[in-house]
């Protein structure tokens, strides 16, 4: 008898929804406007996130780096004169194993044009693995991309026009160059307490020869200053270097006002606006020497991608870092170092790493997640700004439905009266009551997801041209995107927002129904 | 064998912040198969006694017996049960759902008892037509006359063969020739069915008809005719 008084409900309840066809298709046209907003909406979200980060790898970091520590640890100042040099043998050896690899030169300064100076971004590059490596090359609109040993720049579509000029024009690079020197003097007081008393024996050796020094006795009979050799080896500044760099005496910085004059060969305009603004591609090996920026084959990074990928999909496991680890092992001091939680919480929440890695103790090796951290944090920011405005609509539309389904339970109170006067339980009532909304909310869901695919489907292979008001605006809307914004499909989304919809629905019908039983019979058959 | 007893039954109700005590210590012992009115000018309290008989209200203080159940000692799913398998209701005002059809009407009250569809659809037809409304299954309440829609809901009344009706000033509402018609068809039920029917009005034509009458006035019992 339970089961088929259950059967019944059922019946009834769509019975009931027959009955009241004008408010049951109201109802559902409001849960299907929500759902299928909330669809084309997270959708998009998505879409967004998806060709950002696909752009952010294909235009911009690849899918690992390598740093310098010492520049990784104050990369927001791009520290030009934190360089590392032996790069060839890292570049030869990801080669030999399916990456391709491109080392960099990231550095600031200003462009001059004839009628504009504006502040730029440049990057010195080796076309050759630059175009092997990145896609933006495809994208230059006018010109050509840069060729090795000539003095010239490709500039980003926005930052040319910025600049007003065009192919053939010749600009003027400004920049200083910060250059990391061995001092040729230090001071005695600081040299003797906070840097000689933190080497071992061995780098005390080191550190004297270069000083002509053999003891702290020797070292502290001179009075003021001490003279470094002036004829020492590379090798041995290097050793130097790593030695000071370890007991953190960050020596001195030269800075050397430069000035470069390049002709503009390319303008580029690609899916990823970061290329598009002020930035300039530069040829690395003419910023080696003094016509350049005394780089003497320093460079600030490598990126990192795996050969014959498939650019439309994001980097998988076969390319994380723990891949190019191992290949960087075989010739590289690697070590691993967990990170603590609570000091890296947002590196945690992005990525799956949780542990740093150094290469040969002066270099580290991060994922693109990581690299481009600031970046993932303000997409998720808003993301949940986005998501909550989503939910603001899906919650009035509910509170649309949740008066609704209150008009319809007061309207039929005197049926509710009659119903309890036949016998209904007044679980059943409530149950009764649960279903239609119920079905109300399926039957919405069902349309919501339907003209939500049915959007998304143009959304996913069309997408919205933006391109007209970001070149008006003049800014990227903070994500990695330019002209189509397109979708992406998120099944997950799509069902759970039905399922929650029709639930939602369902649930609004508890506290009406649960007041109309509340009265006593007799007062609802009154019920006017 | 009596159906329904009730004991000392006192009801009060507040209206408008005044408490009006609607039956005052009102005891009444009714047979299976009588065909009872209780009679009254309005307010008098007889439709009050019939919500309490009929588990739709409770009572201040007293005793109900229905069936040989104390409604008292219930619960609220079992009154409801109790009214679902005994009891039978006719309103003044029909009380009909009136976006279903005659026979979806009658067929409500037995999707409730679990009947499946066949029997139902064979018991509502079967019960329109004992009331007279052959070939009207398919109207909706709008689209009858009065007498039409109290039968409907007699008819909905009877499909279950409840042992008890109760009929709250069923011809209040209808012409006398109609109001004739419904009780000629309720006194053929109750000789052919043996159930219990019990009115409150105040209608002389259902005095006529009521073979028992039980008479109210402010709250308690006044006089008892058996004819």
Known sequence: MASNLKVNLINMAFRNLARHKVKTIITSIAVAIGVALYI??????????????????????????????????NKDNMPMYETFYNYQEIVDNLDKNGFNSTPRMVFGGSLISINQENPFMFIGVNPDLEKKMFSYHKFVKDGRFIENGKFEILLGDRGAKNLEVKIGDTVRLSTVIDKKVVPDRIKKEPF??????????????????????????????????????????????DKLMKILNKIEFKGLIRHINQLIELTVVGIVNSPNPKTNGNIGYIPLDILQDEMGLLLEGGITEICIRKKGINEALLPDKSENIDVVKNILSSFMDVKETKLTVNGNKKIKSFTNFDKRITLNDDLILISWQEDVIDYLNVAAGDNVGNRLIIIILFVISFVGIANTMLMAVLERTKEIGMLRSMGMTDTSIVRLFFYEAGFIGFIGSMCGIIVGILLNIYMVNVGIDFSKMMENFGTDYGYRIVGYFKSAWNFKVIIASGIIATIISAMTAILPSLRAVKITIVEALRFE | MSIIQTKELYKDYELNKIVVNALRGVSVNIEQGEFTAIVGPSGSGKSTLLHLIGCLDTATKGEITVDGENVANLKKNQLAFLRRE???????????????????????????LGYSAKEIKDISYGALKEVGLEGMENRRPKEMSGGQQQRVAIARALAKRPKLILADEPTANLDSKTGREILETMLDLNQKEKTTFVFSTHDNMVMEFARRLIFIRDGKITEEKIK
Do not use: C, H
Not at chain 1, 211 to 226: A, Q, R
């Open chain 2, 86 to 112: 005994k009891i039978g209701f006719i309103f003044q005002a029909y009380n009909l759902i009136p976006v279903l059809t005659a026979l979806e009407n009658v067929s409500f009250s037995l999707t409730l």
């Open chain 1, 192 to 237: 003797i307490e906070d840097i000689i008393k933190k080497l071992d024996e061995n780098e005390k050796k080191i550190v004297d020869s270069n000083y002509y020094l053999t003891t702290i006795e020797e070292l502290e009979s001179k009075v003021d200053y001490y003279i470094l050799k002036s004829d020492i080896s590379n090798i041995e500044k």
């Open chain 1, 40 to 73: 084309w909406m997270d959708a998009w979200l998505l879409g967004m996130n998806i060709d950002s980060q696909r752009n952010i790898v294909n235009y911009e970091v690849g899918s690992s780096k390598i740093y310098s520590k010492a520049y990784f640890d």
